[in-house]
């Protein structure tokens, strides 16, 4: 499975942008699929998952009422709306999908989109 972002870019604090992530590959029994960040100097944290189905997502406490995580599985992509944008909002962003069947496991990540809010 490759995972390929994009949407990153500058934007001035309160902006929006819209990140996608489009899965290729053999990308059957792809389950549960997130957005982390990596901000410079410090490690890799969740930003939001989503389960395969889309019916239950996660946020981190810094991101809740501004980033909204979606999915649309004919597509096998996987999307991040940010609003209202902060400075501290500043990182790359990576992709993150899991697959699993029966007696197995894979985790995969993309190469990541960088994503600066300026103040």
């Known amino acids: 499975v490759q995972l390929v972002e994009s949407g990153g870019g500058l934007v001035q604090a309160g902006g929006s942008l819209r990140l996608s992530c489009a899965a290729s590959?053999?990308?059957?029994?792809?389950?549960?699929m997130g957005w982390y960040r990596q901000a410079p100097g410090k490690q890799r944290e969740l930003v939001a998952t989503?389960?395969?189905?889309?019916?239950?997502?996660n946020y981190a406490d810094s991101v809740k009422g501004r980033f909204t995580i979606s999915r649309d599985n004919a597509k096998n992509t996987i999307y991040l709306q940010m609003n209202s944008l902060k400075p501290e909002d500043t990182a790359v962003y990576y992709c993150?999908?899991?697959?699993?069947?029966?007696?197995?496991?894979?985790?995969?990540w993309g190469q990541g989109t960088q994503v600066t809010v300026s103040s």
């Open positions: 993150n999908a899991d697959q699993d069947g029966s007696g197995w496991y894979r985790n995969y």
């Open positions: 989503i389960t395969s189905a889309g019916s239950s997502t």
């Open positions: 590959g053999k990308t059957f029994k792809i389950n549960a």
